[in-house]
């Protein structure tokens, strides 16, 4: 067998380009189709161009800087069991 057959679909160095590339595309995708739908701003912000896309980052970009935050408040040393 050789190296391609033994590994999972999803592990393939090719799979994984692939669906990189398919997802940023089906992402720019979505956002260039707010230049031709656009939706009904509740409030004032939620009308700007790619706001789903940017509000998005954002928030997933605030949760991870929490979690470390928090991770560095809530960590105890290697030796907490022993004591």
């Not at 033994?6 to 995708?29: C, D, M, S, V």
């Not at 789903?52 to 290697?78: E, I, Q, S």
């Amino acid at each position: 067998m050789t190296e391609h057959e033994t590994k999972h679909w999803l592990l393939r160095p090719r799979t994984i380009r692939g669906l990189w590339i398919g997802f940023a595309a089906a992402l720019a995708l979505l956002v260039l189709a707010d230049v031709f739908i656009r939706p009904k701003a509740a409030f004032g912000v939620d009308g700007t161009f790619a706001f789903y896309a940017w509000y998005g980052l954002l928030t997933c970009l605030t949760m991870v800087l929490f979690a470390k935050g928090l991770g560095v408040v809530l960590k105890r040393p290697d030796t907490f069991y022993d004591d």
